[in-house]
T-cell receptor
């Protein structure tokens, strides 16, 4: 079993839909990261969470430390949101352990 | 302020050659991390360096791979005697402790290594 599990692996949505991507982890963490990998391969850091909730534009990330679970939500999804979304657990020593990623496709 | 710069973007090597991948961190960042993404797989941690020090190399293969982050110049990931299984995208990220606390890591665009 992977230390960081994401679901779903693939997600197709229509423009405007509310999207949720889930992440569960089994290791002790100092922080939980959400990353976005574009079709060209570049990686962008979206959020770094250690508790509660963060919001940036149409993106919202939440974490429940007791349940070892985090979610990434996208409101009013748009085709330009199409990308791979990756959850990563930061353990002691700044090491990141990554989930397998969720391929999101938003159709117009 | 340029972000994390990796070069080359694409690198083709024949089996048995050496590959050198370079990473220039964001200005002021003293922490560098290397990750590998094999085809159809997720990212995997390789090594964490600070200037002139290897902090954690637990993700590095035991042979043929080495990394350095000298006092001056970029961080280098070196792969000797490359094999086809080394074909992957190699990403570098940088941070400072304070930067990471607020913004997380800043990633480069990666180097796509193809071994033929």
């Amino acid at each position: 079993k992977n230390e960081v599990e994401q679901s779903p692996q693939n997600l197709t949505a229509q423009e405007g839909e509310f999207i949720t991507i889930n992440c569960s982890y089994s290791v002790g963490i100092s922080a939980l990261h959400w990353l976005q990998q574009h079709p060209g391969g570049g990686i962008v850091s979206l959020f770094m969470l250690s508790s509660g909730k963060k919001k940036h534009g149409r993106l919202i990330a939440t974490i429940n430390i007791q349940e070892k679970h985090s979610s990434l939500h996208i409101t009013a999804s748009h085709p330009r949101d199409s990308a791979v979304y990756i959850c990563a657990a930061e353990t002691s020593g700044s090491r990141l352990t990554f989930g397998e990623g969720t391929q999101l496709t938003v159709n117009p | 302020n340029a972000g994390v710069m990796q070069n080359p973007r694409h690198l083709v090597r024949r089996r048995g050659q050496e590959a050198r991948l370079r990473c220039s961190p964001m200005k002021g960042h003293s922490h560098v991390y290397w990750y590998r993404q094999l085809p159809e797989e997720g990212l995997k941690f390789m090594v964490y360096l600070q200037k002139e020090n290897i902090i954690d190399e637990s993700g590095m293969p035991k042979e043929r791979f080495s990394a350095e982050f000298p006092k001056e110049g970029p961080s280098i990931l070196r792969i000797q005697q490359v094999v086809r299984g080394d074909s992957a995208a190699y990403f570098c990220a940088s941070s400072t402790l304070g930067h990471r606390a607020n913004y997380g890591y800043t990633f480069g665009s990666g180097t796509r290594l193809t071994v033929v």
